[in-house]
C-alpha cells in the first residue's frame, strides 16, 4: 500500500533504483480500482490487461537503460475524450458506445513514449460538458473525499482517479475549468496550460478554441513534470503554438526548471471581483490564507478590479455551445459509433441516432448552439460573444502589465452533494464563474489544494497567468505547496 | 409572347486543384481507386482529427485571382458551412464566406456586340465532398470518402451574363486561364469543372432584378447551353402565367431536359457559417504575393505578341495554336527542337486539328511528343519521305505516338533515291499513256500531273514528286 | 422570461441539427433555451462599439503542410468502426429517391 502514497516522481525514482518495477505499481493501482472502484466508478474502462502487458515491457527497456526519463514506468489515467489506439474511447456518451480509434492522441503519444503506462480511460461529462461528472452516459462518478459528493467536472474521473490513488496521475482537459474545478473538489493539483502548448490532435473537440489538455496530479512537481512530458509543439494542430517562438515569447518546454521555492517580489493580484458574493466563506478565508503565506514568504500582494466577469459565463456558454454544435455534427450513425436500430430513410436516421445517443446536456448545448449560429442571430450572439472575449482579453492584459500571477478561488464552493447540481443549469453554469474566462483568453491556470471545508471536503487555490507564463505560475504553487499542509501530505 | 425578357445569369464554377495531395491531410488526389483507399482521419472525419492546409492550394488561388485580375485578402479565414450530408464526412464543409482570400476580380470575354468584362465576386478555396453511389438492389447508398477533401476553388461571378454563347465565352476564358497557370485541368466531363447556374428572367429595360434559380449538375459546355435555355424558358412561362419563381436549387436533368426541384423539409438552408477555429487565418504577404507572381506563367495574349514577332506565322495559326495551353506547348517544344515554325504549325493546324474533329477529342488529348513531330518535319526536309507519306506516318503518331524514323525504316517507307530505276520507271509509264504524253506537247502542259500520279503509283509513293516532274521535263 | 421559444423554434433548431424531441422533452427544451438566451443576453449591457470579434487568440498565421503524399491506404482502419459496410464503402439509407 505505501507504493501507492508515492508522487509519479517518486514513483519513477524508486523503480529506476531498482526497489520497485513498473509492474508492481501497476498491479498495485490495479488492485485499489479491485478495491474501490465499484464505488468512485473512476473509469469508463481499466485495461487491466493492456497495461500490464506494457508495464512489462515498459520494465525491461527501464533496466535496458532506454527510458531514463522523469515518469517512466508511472501507471497514468487518460480522460476519455483523449483518442487511445485500439482502447476504447467513448467521451461517455452512447453515441461513441463502440469506439475503438485507430490513433492516439499526440499527448498519450508523448506520455507512451517517455515510458507511462497506460491503465483506462477516466470517467467524465458527456462530451465534457459539465461540472459534476454526473453526466456520463456510464454512470456517476463519486468524491473518493467523500463519496456523497461530485468529484467535480467534466474531468472527474481523472481527479478521483488520482485522488482515490486508482493512478498515480492522469490527463485532463479543461475547455470551462474541467480540469481546475474538479482538481479544486478532488484535493489535487490540475493545470490547464496557455492554449497551444498541448496538441489538440486526438481530443475529441467540444469547444475547439477553448480546449486544452492538462494534468492531474498529487503535487506541483508531478503536474510540472506531467506538463513538461505531453507538451510539443505539433504540426498536426494548426492552432498548436510552437513555445520555442516569437509569439511564445520563447518561453520554451523546460516547466521542472521552475520547481523553485522561492516567490520574493513575486507581484500577485487579488481580483475584488473573484470574492463577492456567491463566494462561501469556508472557501474565501482558505483562499486568502493561502495569500498570506505567499505574502510571508515574500511576494507583493494587492487587491484590484479585474472587471468583467460577470459576462464570462454568458461569452463562454456562447461560443463553447456554438462551437460544439458543429463539432459533434460528425456524429450521425454512418462512419463510427452508435446507429439506431431501425429507422426510415437518411434524416430519420441522423435523428433518431443523435437522439438516442447523446444526453439531454449536450442535446441542451448542441441546440442553443445551433440556435445562436443560425441565420438572423449569429450577430446578435455569436459575434457580440467573439467582441466580449476581446474585451475580456484585453482586462486580462491589463492586469498581467502589472501582475505577475492572479490568486483567487477555483470554484465558488466545495464539492457539492450527487445529484443537486443538474436541476438547475444556469445555476450549474454560474460554478464556473473563476475558471472560464481563463479559457476565453487562453491563459495558464492552476488549481492546488489550499485547505477544507468543515466537512474535511477540499478547498482548491487558483493561480492564473499571463499567456506563456505556465513557469510563473509552478514556481508560486511550488513555494506555496511548501508551506501548505495540504500539498503532498494530503492523502486520504 | 408579347414582352421581352432579359436573362440574367451568373455563375459559380467549382474547380478541382491539381495539387498531389488533398487540402487539409496528406493523402492522394490521384482519381480511381477502390472506395475509402485514398482516405485518413482527416478526411474521414474522425474524432479528434484535425486539417492542416496545403500550401499549394493557397499558391494555385492566388495566381488564379491574379490571373482573373482579382484583389487578393491580406487577410483571409476559413469558415464551416455546417449541413447534414452522407458525402460530407463531418456534417460540415471547410470553405470560405466572410473573408474570402480572393475579390473583385473579372476577366473579359468576345461577345457578338463585342468586348465584354464577366465581374467575379470572389474566388474562394474549399474541399470536395465523397462520392456517393446508389445501389438500387440493395435500396441503399455507398459512401467512398476518396474524393472527400480534395481541394477545390469556387469562383462566383457578377449576374453580369446575359447568354449561354456569353456564360460559354466565360468559362472557355476561365478554363485556359486556369490551364495555363497549370492549376487544374479543368475538366468538365471528369468534373474537375463544374458550373452551378444561378438566372433570373426581368422584362426588358426593367431595374429589378428577378426572383433567381440555381442550377446544378451540369457537365458539360452543352449541358450548359441546354439547361440555361429550359430554365429560362420555364421561368418565362411561370411570369406569363402570371406564376412566381421560386427561389430554389434545381437539378438539371440533360436527358429529360428538365430541371427539378432538390427540395426537402430536411434542408434548412441555414448554414450557420462561422470562423473555424481548427484553422489559422492567412495573411499573404507582398513576398508571398511577388513569389506566386514570380512564378506566373505567359498568358495567351502575351504569347499571341511574341508568336507574331519571333515566329512570323499568320494571325490566325497564332490564334488557334494559343488557344490551349497543350497546342502552344507542343509547338514552341517542336519548334525548339530546331524545326522551321511555319512548317510546325501547318501540321498542328491542319493535321493535327482535322484528326481531332475526326475522332471528336479535345487538343488536351494529343499524345504525339515534340521529339516526334520534329523528327517527322525532319524526314520530310531532308526528302526521306515525301509528303503522302508524311502524312500516312503522322496519322499513326497521332494515334500511337510511334517514333516516326524507326517507323518509316521499319515499313519501308523512304523514298527512293536511284535516279536510273526511277528514269526507267517514268519510261514505262510514258510508254504506257501516250495519249498523255502527246497532249503534253500539243500544249496541255497539265497533262503532265498524270504522268506524275502513274509514276508515283508505280513507285508506291516511294518518290520525291519533284525529282519525278525534272526527269520527266527532260524526257519529254 | 424575455426569451420565449416557439414551437416553430425548437422544430426548426431541431432539423438544424438533427434531434428529435418528445413532447415532454421539447417543452424543457424550448423552457431551457429561453432561460439560457435571457442569460446571454446580459452581453447586450457590454458596449463592444469598434471591438474587433477575436477568433483566435495568438497572431499564428500561415500554418501550412507541403503538398507530399504522406498517407497510404488506410481502408481497413477506416472502415473498423463503421456500423455498416461493404466493399471498401460505408453504407447509408438511400440518399436519393
Ligand atoms: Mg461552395
Ligand atoms: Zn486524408
Known sequence: ?????????????????????????????????????????????????????????????????????????????????????????????????????????????????????????????????????????YGVTRNPRNTEHVPGGSSGGSAAAVAGQECFMALGSDTGGSIRQPASFCGVVGMKPTYGTISRYGLIAYGSSLDQIGPLTKDVRDCATLL??????????????????????????????ALVDDVKGMKIGIPRDYFGEGLDGKVREAVLQAADVLREKGAILEEFDLSLVDYAIPAYYTIAAAEASSNLERFDGIKYGYRTAEYDGLHNMYKKTRSEGF????????????????????????LKALRVKALIKKAFDEAFAKYDVILGPAAPTTAPRLGQSLADPIKMYLGDIYTVSVNLAGLPGICLPCGTDSEGLPIGLQLIGDCFSEKKLIQTAYAYERESPYGTKYHI | MSKQYETVIGLEVHV??????????????????????????????????????????????????????????????????????????????????????????????????GKKIVGIHEIHMEEDAGKLVH???????????????????????????????????????????????????????????????????????????????????????????????????????????????????????????????????????????????????????????????????????????????????????????????????????????????????????????????????????????????AKLIQLVDSKAINSTVAKEVFQEMFHHDIDPEQYVEEKGLKTVNDQGALRKTIEEVMARNPKSVEDYHNGKTKAIGALVGQTMKAMQGKADPALINQILQELL | MANIISDETIEYVGILSKLELSGEQKEQAKKDMGLMLDYIDQLSELDTTGVEPMSHIFPIHNVFRQDTVTNGDDQENILRNAPEERDGSFIVPKTVD
Open chain 1, 228 to 257: 513538461e512530458v505531453m507538451a510539443s509543439y505539433d504540426p498536426k494542430d494548426s492552432t498548436s503554438v510552437d513555445r520555442r517562438g516569437d509569439i511564445a515569447k520563447k518561453s520554451g518546454y523546460d516547466f521542472t526548471s
Open chain 2, 16 to 113: 478541382e486543384l491539381a495539387t498531389k495531395t488533398k487540402i487539409f491531410c496528406g493523402c492522394s488526389t490521384a482519381f480511381g481507386g477502390a472506395p475509402n483507399t485514398h482516405t485518413c482521419p482527416v478526411c474521414t472525419g474522425m474524432p479528434g482529427s484535425l486539417p492542416v492546409l496545403n500550401k499549394q492550394v493557397l499558391e494555385y488561388v492566388i495566381a488564379v485571382g491574379l490571373a482573373t485580375n482579382c484583389e487578393i485578402s491580406h487577410y483571409s479565414k476559413f469558415d464551416r458551412k455546417n449541413y447534414f450530408y452522407p458525402d460530407n464526412p463531418q456534417n460540415y464543409q471547410i470553405s470560405q464566406l466572410y473573408l474570402p482570400i480572393c475579390h473583385d476580380g473579372g476577366v473579359e470575354i468576345e461577345t457578338e456586340e
Open chain 1, 1 to 137: 500500500m505505501e507504493l501507492l502514497e508515492l508522487t509519479a516522481v517518486q514513483l519513477s525514482e524508486k523503480i529506476k533504483r531498482g526497489e520497485t518495477t513498473a509492474v508492481l505499481a501497476t498491479k498495485a493501482v490495479l488492485a485499489q480500482i479491485e478495491k474501490t472502484e465499484s464505488v468512485y466508478h473512476c473509469y469508463v474502462t481499466v485495461d487491466q490487461e493492456g497495461a500490464l502487458k506494457k508495464a512489462e515491457e515498459v520494465q525491461q527497456r527501464i533496466q535496458a537503460g532506454e527510458l531514463t526519463g522523469p515518469l517512466a514506468g508511472v501507471p497514468v489515467a487518460v480522460k476519455d475524450n483523449l483518442c487511445t489506439r485500439d482502447l476504447l474511447t467513448t467521451c461517455s456518451s452512447r453515441i461513441l458506445e463502440n469506439f475503438i480509434p485507430t490513433f492516439s492522441a499526440e499527448a498519450v503519444e508523448n506520455l507512451e513514449k517517455a515510458g507511462a503506462v497506460i491503465i483506462g480511460k477516466t470517467n467524465m461529462d458527456e462530451f465534457a460538458m459539465g461540472s459534476t461528472t454526473e453526466t456520463s452516459a
Open chain 1, 359 to 382: 444526453g439531454p446536456e449536450v442535446k441542451r448545448r448542441i441546440m442553443l448552439g445551433s440556435f445562436v449560429l443560425s441565420s438572423g442571430y449569429y450577430d446578435a450572439y455569436y
Open chain 2, 135 to 373: 445501389d438500387d438492389w440493395e435500396d441503399c447508398t455507398m459512401v467512398d470518402y476518396n474524393r472527400s477533401g480534395v481541394p477545390l476553388i469556387e469562383i462566383v461571378s457578377e449576374p453580369d451574363m446575359r447568354s449561354a454563347e456569353e456564360v460559354i465565352a466565360y468559362l472557355e476564358k476561365l478554363r485556359l486561364l486556369i490551364q495555363y497557370l497549370g492549376a487544374s485541368d479543368c475538366k468538365l466531363q471528369e468534373g474537375s469543372m463544374r458550373a452551378d447556374v444561378n438566372l433570373s428572367i426581368r422584362e426588358a429595360g426593367a431595374e429589378k432584378m428577378g426572383t433567381r434559380t440555381e442550377m446544378k449538375n451540369l457537365n458539360s459546355f452543352k449541358a450548359i447551353a441546354r439547361a440555361i435555355e429550359g430554365e429560362r424558358e420555364r421561368q418565362i412561362d411561370l411570369l406569363e402565367e402570371g406564376k412566381e419563381v421560386i427561389q430554389e436549387t434545381r437539378r438539371w436533368d440533360d436527358n429529360k431536359e428538365y430541371s427539378y426541384a432538390m427540395r426537402s423539409k430536411e434542408d434548412a438552408q441555414d448554414y450557420r457559417y462561422f470562423p473555424d477555429p481548427d484553422l489559422a487565418p492567412i495573411i499573404v504577404s507582398d513576398e508571398l504575393l511577388r513569389e506566386i507572381k514570380s512564378k506566373e506563367p505567359e498568358f495567351p495574349t502575351e504569347k499571341m505578341i511574341r508568336y507574331k514577332e519571333e515566329y512570323g506565322i499568320p494571325d490566325y495559326d497564332i490564334e488557334i495554336l494559343t488557344n490551349t495551353k497543350h497546342t502552344a506547348d507542343l509547338f514552341e517544344e517542336t519548334v525548339a527542337l530546331g524545326a522551321d515554325p511555319k512548317k510546325v504549325s501547318n501540321w498542328l493546324m491542319g493535321e493535327t486539328m482535322r484528326l481531332l474533329k475526326e475522332n471528336a477529342m479535345e487538343p488536351e488529348a494529343i499524345c504525339f511528343s515534340p521529339e516526334n513531330l
